[in-house]
């Protein structure tokens, strides 16, 4: 079959001859020859496939230089490139939804009209396959926490942990440097984790996610791969970023959220709590507002239960005290294959004095 003019290959394509010149100008798709005399752009038939897949991929949203690669590649090697480039936009999707989300409440909080107040649950198990419950789970008048303890002295590790915070309770809150107090506290979480696994052989240590009620907001402290969750007008929101090597490869494009989610060694952490381990806490401050519903919790839920599933219990089940319990259930109905810990709190509005 002979060459076809730009229009008559424009139409087969579907494309305009507009966008064909802008993709020869680009070099990503070069036409078969270009007649000397007119100028005129002449396609071969067997370009169609390529002309459609650079009009996919630029659809798409990939930048030029990509599209170029993806068009020098085989089949597999392409999908795998296109694979990875949605990677990268769903991270950079979820990074940037997450900051919307907290810039809109940030934005629009206003000194509650009410006083505010917490009513809070806390639940963990030790699920249906592991022998000992290694987590740890608190949830108390001005805190809540979660540590999921790893290696022979976990259980010591993740209590330690969450005993070093519980000085929090009693402190009370400074009406100024709030996050210092915090950076203290993890400090001497990180000491008292190091004293209960230094004796221990091979790796021990804990994850740690914590949050402290203020009265209005909600400090946030985090390392690891537990996770707190918030429920705000029906929606969900994940409000930590798991520290693990499998999050950190979605993060760069490497690995796809699913294959992070079945990667054997998808519960490997970069920052815990324990010897040797890097153990800088994420904190941030969180604007609270009446009817929120926090939920901190180990892998051990996040991990077996899809996020669709969190939410409708969530959204579904009443106090905190049922929903932990319902939230446990859900763990150990999916196989409970590991530890598992939940601690709900309710932001209510309190009657005046
Ligand atoms: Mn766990």
């Keep these: 079959m002979g060459l076809l003019t730009i229009g008559a290959f424009a139409k ?4 305009s001859p507009k966008a064909l010149r802008l993709y020869d100008e680009l070099g990503l798709l070069t036409p078969a020859r270009v007649d000397p005399v007119s100028g005129y752009r002449l396609y071969a038939p067997e ?3 390529q002309a459609r897949l650079v009009a996919w991929l630029r659809r798409l949203g990939m930048p030029l230089a990509r599209i170029r690669r993806v068009c020098a590649l085989d089949g597999a090697a392409a999908a795998a490139e296109v694979r990875a480039f949605w990677a990268e936009v769903e991270a950079d999707t979820a990074a940037r939804r997450e900051l919307a989300a907290f810039l809109v409440g940030h934005l629009s909080w206003k000194e509650p009209a009410m006083p505010l107040g917490i009513r809070y649950a806390a639940l963990s198990d030790a699920g249906l396959v592991r022998e000992r419950n290694q987590d740890t789970a608190y949830a108390g008048e001005r805190l809540l926490a979660v540590a999921d303890g790893y290696g022979e002295r976990g259980a010591p590790a993740s209590a330690a942990a969450v005993g070093a915070l519980r000085r929090l309770e009693a402190d009370g809150i400074p009406a100024g440097g709030l996050l210092n107090v915090l950076e203290d506290a993890v400090e001497r979480a990180g000491r008292a984790v190091d004293g209960v696994t230094s004796a221990a052989p091979g790796d021990a240590g804990t994850t740690l996610t914590a949050m402290l009620w203020t ?3 909600l400090a946030l402290v985090h390392i690891g791969d537990s996770r707190a969750y918030v429920l705000r007008d029906g929606e969900l929101f994940l409000i930590t970023h798991d520290h693990t090597m499998v999050q950190s490869m979605v993060d760069e494009g490497r690995l796809s959220a699913e ?9 490997l952490l970069i920052r815990a709590l324990g010897a040797g381990a890097d153990g800088t806490a ?9 009817a929120d519903r926090y939920l901190l919790c180990s892998d051990g839920l996040s991990a077996v239960v899809p996020a669709g599933e969190i ?3 969530l959204a579904e089940s009443g106090g905190p005290e ?3 319990r319902a939230l446990v259930a859900l763990a150990n109905g999916s196989g409970g294959p590991d530890n598992v810990s939940c601690v709900v709190a309710d932001v209510v509005e309190l009657e005046r004095q």
């Design 215 to 217: 009265g209005s907001q």
């Design 282 to 290: 994420d904190m941030r401050l969180h604007d609270a507002r009446p």
């Design 259 to 267: 294959e992070a989610a079945s990667h054997p060694e998808r519960s």
């Design 311 to 313: 939410r409708r219990v």
């Design 47 to 49: 370009q169609l496939e």
């Design 12 to 15: 087969a394509a579907r494309l």
């Design 322 to 324: 049922p929903t932990v």
